[in-house]
T-cell receptor
């Protein structure tokens, strides 16, 4: 079956702009979580959505937001982009219960100039 | 807060040797501990995981051990091969899809 799909794969934005990233989870998975990966900070948890509700949230400013649709697809949005937001944004999906295997998408590479 | 410490940050071994990576977690409620391998420019791929009701799990050349009392878990790779070269991440979870990751270990296996 198809894996976790993220779009777009690569994008360049200017400081102050906003960006929306999309994630389609594995069929049947109801949990979608988002992570930011940078060389300096490693892999950091942004938030998790389960059945259209935000279930967990990491320590990121309010400029980072997300949502999940009824078909479990998810989007994350970053407003007022800063240079430091340049990163690989990874989406992951699972059935949603602790201990379920969590699968990652290929990620969206965001460069802010 | 929740934290996972991972050591070493870099590890270089000769082909055929064993490699060990260690992690310590802070949240005693953590009950799921996966290990991911990430090759350059690619997604993290799950290689093995362990749940808190198990002390050890093995899959061919890879094994993971968990000590809940000490809040330690370790990855052991035996008979290393050049294709094992990658960055390895440990993680801990106590809530659904939320993973707290260690800082990563860059493993280099020299032929």
């Amino acid at each position: 079956k198809a894996g976790v799909t993220q779009t777009p794969r690569y994008l360049i934005k200017t400081r102050g702009q906003q960006v929306t990233l999309s994630c389609s989870p594995i069929s049947g998975h109801r949990s979608v979580s988002w992570y930011q990966q940078t060389p300096g900070q490693g892999l950091q948890f942004l938030f998790e959505y389960f059945s259209e509700t935000q279930r967990n949230k990491g320590n990121f400013p309010g400029r980072f937001s997300g949502r999940q649709f009824s078909n479990s697809r998810s989007e994350m949005n970053v407003s007022t982009l800063e240079l430091g937001d340049s990163a690989l944004y990874l989406c992951a999906s699972s059935f949603g219960t602790t201990g379920n295997t969590i699968y990652f998408g290929e990620g969206s590479w965001l460069t802010v100039v | 807060g929740e934290n996972v410490e991972q050591h070493p940050s870099t590890l270089s071994v000769q082909e055929g040797d064993s490699a060990v990576i260690k992690c310590t977690y802070s949240d005693s409620a953590s009950n799921y501990f996966p290990w991911y391998k990430q090759e350059l420019g690619k997604r993290p791929q799950l290689i093995i995981d362990i749940r808190s009701n198990v002390g050890e799990k093995k899959d061919q050349r890879i094994a993971v051990t968990l000590n809940k009392t000490a809040k330690h878990f370790s990855l052991h790779i035996t008979e290393t091969q050049p294709e094992d070269s990658a960055v390895y991440f440990c993680a801990a979870s106590n809530q659904g899809g939320k993973l707290i990751f260690g800082q990563g270990t860059e493993l280099s296996v020299k032929p």
